[in-house]
């Protein structure tokens, strides 16, 4: 089975509620290439909240993906993406709702993250987002192009 490498992340601006999400998709053979700078996308998300960002972020770079025989592997430092998995079954039983029967802010894209999940062979890793370059390993270097770039995009076009 193929593996493909997913980096995903966002910035907002928290009084405009405008933030820009950016990824990166790598096959196994692209792990090491140069000019990794120039093939991150980037795209705007209006009416959003860092949280709500991050998944959007992330189902638009899984709708993407073709939906073959691949294992994607997705690199995130969202702390929620991460326990999204962990999550599912209580999120799902309580349908989508707080202990005092509300809707969850974010259940809609709860919702579209499980369907896009089960329709992929996705594993989600969380890396550290933010440490001295001097720690960092390959796929945390590779993680702070996407982080930098979703920076970019929100200072240069905010």
Known sequence: MDKLYLFTDGSVHVQSKVGYGACLVLDENEMDTE???????????????????????????????????????????????????????????????????????????YKQFYELFDSLNCKIIKVKGHQPTRVKDHIER???LVDKASRSALRSKN
Do not use: H, M, P
Request: some cysteine; aromatic content about 6%; proline content about 0%.
């Open 35 to 109: 000019n990794l700078k120039q093939r991150i996308q980037t795209k705007r998300f209006e009416n959003t909240s860092s949280t709500r960002l991050e998944l959007q972020t992330l189902l638009w770079a899984l709708s993407e993906i073709e939906k073959n025989d691949i294992k994607v592997l997705v690199y995130t430092d969202s702390q929620n993406i991460a326990q999204l998995v962990d999550r599912r079954a209580r999120l799902e039983e309580n349908n989508f709702c707080s202990k005092g029967g509300k809707l969850l802010k974010n259940a809609d894209l």
């Open 142 to 144: 590779i993680f702070s």
